[in-house]
């Protein structure tokens, strides 16, 4: 073995955000609601919201939606409107809800990419760069420092169930933890198998579409080299 192959082998080793063999990084994953009325692709992360994380993630809405959810959990019962974390897409904005009863309304452009930052300890969210209060009620009684679901991605969890999608790209997302370390990195890849999914390189694990009466597969762009 060459040095210099030996030299790239170690670097690659060393990258914590490198891709298992074969895997084909994307510049984003698209989840999409068709007209046969089917509620679109979404990931389920795995984890639960809690008061010493940061959850982040970067994403463009390709077609505003009545109502159509991109990401977190909420709990359906009696203060509908405390006692979640999620965003809604509409015709020409998005909604951020944390344990609240006031949203924060953020208009958009179809296809601009925006980012935003859930810090459930400072009780703020960062949407690309501009800081928000979050107002939380202090009184929320399914939310006391861990969520009771897991997050979702491309929609919500609706206590345990998928609610309907959103057309939305995801370029990025991640969770740190209360000293700034990532616990998890989701990025877009194609598989080994050339299947569109999102994949931990910090945790090394693969996720895919979870809808499991949905076959469709998510959209996709390849990264530019």
């Known amino acids: 073995m060459s040095e210099f192959r030996r030299r790239l082998m170690t670097q690659v080793a060393n990258d914590p955000n490198a891709l298992p063999t074969g895997c084909v990084r994307c510049e984003y994953l698209e989840s999409y609601v068709d007209s046969a009325g089917g509620n679109g692709q979404y990931i389920d992360t795995g984890r639960k919201m809690t008061d010493t994380d940061v959850f982040g993630f970067e994403f463009s809405i390709m077609e505003g939606n009545n109502s159509k959810a991109a990401f977190g959990w909420r709990w359906a019962g009696t203060s509908l409107t405390k006692n979640h974390c999620y965003i809604n897409t509409f015709a020409d904005y998005y909604s951020i809800r944390f344990a609240s009863e006031i949203p924060i309304d953020i208009s958009f452009s179809t296809g601009k990419r925006q980012t935003i930052e859930i810090d459930p300890q400072n009780n703020i969210v960062r949407v690309n760069g501009v800081v928000y209060n979050a107002a939380r009620d202090p009184k929320d009684a399914y939310y006391n420092g861990t969520s009771v679901y897991n997050l979702y991605i491309f929609t919500t969890n609706n206590i345990g169930t ?35 999914c999102m994949y931990d390189v910090v945790g090394k694990k693969f996720y895919y579409n979870a809808r499991t009466n949905r076959q469709d597969l998510f959209r996709y762009k390849i990264a530019e080299q």
Request: glycine letters at 8%.
């Open 162 to 196: 998928p609610y309907s999608g959103s057309n939305t790209r995801v370029y990025d997302y991640w969770v740190k933890d209360v000293n700034g370390n990532m616990v998890q990195h989701l990025v877009p890849i194609l598989d080994q198998d050339g299947i569109p």
